[in-house]
């Protein structure tokens, strides 16, 4: 990348760009998003990022952006983890999939609630995450770093319990996630007005404009 810009040194930037390239492709500027897709995205990825900051096992945001991406991404929120972590609890995985589903529900959200739904299916059939389950695995996963092909290890009916109390976890989060968009509009659209005119913003700005005072308006009425 600073090859191709004519300069003789990497700097940060060039570092991290490197990783997005590798999450989520090069950036797509030929792809022009209309007024209406690109607010849409502001919200999108403003709620994750409210929901996740909202948390208290979560990981900090690091970016948001709304600039496509080659992999298909029309924008995304990217959390880094302060330290190095191998193990999740039951809370953080909560957490991951709260954070995955928020109420704008659109074609774009697809992928989002793929994964969220994969891992309350693991908390409940891999983890022993449930109490109705208890420390039962009732999935196998072979070649799991080989694309991770699930077979499931149970009767029918089993599986039918199961599925419903995937439904319930989703739900569940799916609830928490919209009382913490409810409780925080005022800053949920603020913010998704910044990033729509900004298009990028760094964890810091979001995290300052998160922690602002609303400006209070004062009514003033002529006689």
Same mark, same amino acid.
Do not use: W
């Given at each position: 990348?600073?090859?191709?810009?004519?300069?003789?040194?990497?700097?940060?930037?060039?570092?991290?760009?490197?990783?997005?390239?590798?999450?989520?492709?090069?950036?797509?500027?030929?792809?022009?998003?209309?007024?209406? #897709?690109? +607010? /849409?995205?502001?919200?999108?990825?403003? %709620?994750?990022?409210?929901?996740?900051?909202?948390? @208290?096992?979560? !990981?900090?945001?690091?970016?948001?952006?709304?600039?496509?991406?080659?992999?298909?991404?029309?924008?995304?929120?990217?959390?880094?983890?302060?330290?190095?972590?191998?193990?999740?609890?039951?809370?953080?995985?909560e957490?991951?999939? #709260?954070e +995955? /589903?928020?109420?704008?529900?659109?074609? %774009?959200?697809?992928?989002?609630i793929?994964?969220? @739904?994969?891992? !309350?299916?693991?908390?409940?059939?891999?983890?022993?995450?449930?109490?109705?389950?208890?420390?039962?695995?009732?999935?196998?996963?072979?070649?799991?770093?080989?694309?991770?092909?699930?077979?499931?290890?149970?009767?029918f009916?089993?599986?039918? +319990?199961?599925?419903?109390?995937?439904?319930?976890?989703?739900?569940?989060?799916?609830?928490?996630? @919209?009382?913490?968009?409810?409780?925080n509009?005022?800053?949920?659209?603020?913010?998704?007005?910044?990033?729509?005119?900004?298009?990028?913003?760094?964890?810091?700005?979001?995290?300052?404009?998160?922690?602002?005072?609303?400006?209070?308006?004062?009514?003033?009425?002529?006689?």
């Open positions: 990348r600073a090859v191709r810009d004519g300069r003789k040194f990497a700097t940060q930037a060039d570092f991290e760009e490197s990783i997005e390239v590798v999450i989520a492709g090069y950036q797509k500027k030929n792809r022009v998003l209309s007024n209406k #897709e690109k +607010l /849409i995205v502001s919200y999108h990825e403003v %709620g994750h990022a409210l929901v996740a900051a909202k948390q @208290t096992d979560s !990981a900090p945001v690091h970016k948001i952006t709304i600039i496509p991406r080659t992999s298909g991404a029309l924008g995304y929120t990217m959390q880094v983890d302060e330290q190095e972590h191998f193990l999740m609890t039951k809370e953080e995985l957490n991951a999939a #709260e +995955l /589903i928020f109420h704008s529900i659109t074609t %774009g959200a697809s992928n989002d793929e994964q969220a @739904t994969k891992i !309350a299916r693991a908390m409940i059939s891999r983890y022993g995450m449930s109490d109705d389950f208890d420390m039962v695995a009732m999935e196998n996963v072979s070649n799991q770093y080989l694309g991770g092909d699930a077979s499931l290890t149970c009767s009916e089993t599986q039918t +319990l199961l599925d419903k109390k995937v439904v319930e976890l989703v739900r569940r989060e799916h609830e928490k996630a @919209t009382k913490i968009l409810t409780d509009i005022g800053k949920l659209h603020e913010i998704a007005k910044y990033l729509y005119e900004h298009e990028t913003i760094t964890g810091e700005e979001f995290m300052k404009i998160l922690n602002e005072a609303p400006v209070e308006i004062e009514n003033t009425q002529e006689n």
